[in-house]
């Protein structure tokens, strides 16, 4: 029997909270992103890092957001644990993937194509695992086409996204391209469950796993709580703040040892020759 899907039980509330997570987080991870490269080699990893969990958790809070407005009318939904967990998991391995390859190899060429595409593959498969992890009395079957174009999308707001973190720009960029990174990832969350159809059990039996009310909440309180301290790291870095890098010579930077100098012999003789001191002759005359 086929069932009545609902993703919007809420209204607009779950849709307009769910892009402003992924927003948050995009723009927290964009900004890790630019402060990377701007940075010695040895804080470059920790700044990934960081940006990897910031852009993962919000897109994973993004997902179960809108998902608490999803319904399917006479089949309640539970969510199973380990599946759920190993969806955050997969978001921020993958995404950190793709913003370690921009990190070091740079936000262009082939550098940028692919970070760009397992960061896309990274949300996706946020998405789609997430999904897999959601128990009813009945199963889930997906259209090709549409599940193909929301995972083309996905890549394409990774991808663009990188790319503007890579421009080393002001404040006023990442905030810009982060918004379109979260209508984007919004998007993609949304054309992946038009692709899903519903068909359910005409058994009773009961449903494995925990109710949303009991799993979904507790669980988003840890991402949130961690974007909140990550938007406290970015507030109280100026240089992350304004997107500045910083031109001071390495040799100049404190607590940086100097190299050794080393002389080089003059290019040319001295026009004059040098003359001795004991060969000069005084003009001055002298008593007698």
Known sequence: MQGTVDGFTYGLVTPVVAYLMASLGGALGLRCTTRSMLVAQSWRPGWLALGAAAIGSGIWTMHFVAMMGFTVEGAPIHYDRPMTFASLGVAIVMVGVG??????????????????????????????????????????????????????????????????????????????????????????????????????????????????????????????????????????????????????????????????????????RPLRPVRHQGRRTSRTPQNR
């Open 99 to 268: 913003l370690f390859i921009v990190g070091y190899k740079g936000a262009k060429g082939a550098a940028l194509f692919t970070g760009g595409t397992i960061t896309g593959l990274g949300i996706a498969s946020m998405h789609y695992l997430g999904m897999a992890g959601m128990r009813l009395n009945g199963r889930f079957e997906y259209n090709t086409v549409t599940v193909a174009c929301s995972v083309v999308i996905a890549m394409c707001a990774a991808t663009a996204a990188l790319w503007a973190a890579g421009q080393v720009r002001g404040f006023l960029w990442s905030v810009g391209a982060s918004l379109v990174m979260g209508l984007a990832v919004s998007g993609m969350h949304y054309t992946g469950m038009a692709a899903l159809s519903v068909h359910l059990h005409h058994s009773g039996a009961p449903v494995t796993g925990e109710s949303p009310a009991s799993l979904l909440w507790p669980m988003l309180v840890g991402p949130l709580a961690f974007l909140v301290i990550a938007g406290v790291v970015v507030m109280f870095d100026p240089m992350l703040v304004m997107g500045k890098p910083d031109w001071t010579l390495v040799e100049h930077k404190p607590g940086v040892p100097a190299h050794p100098a080393v002389h080089h012999p003059p290019r040319r």
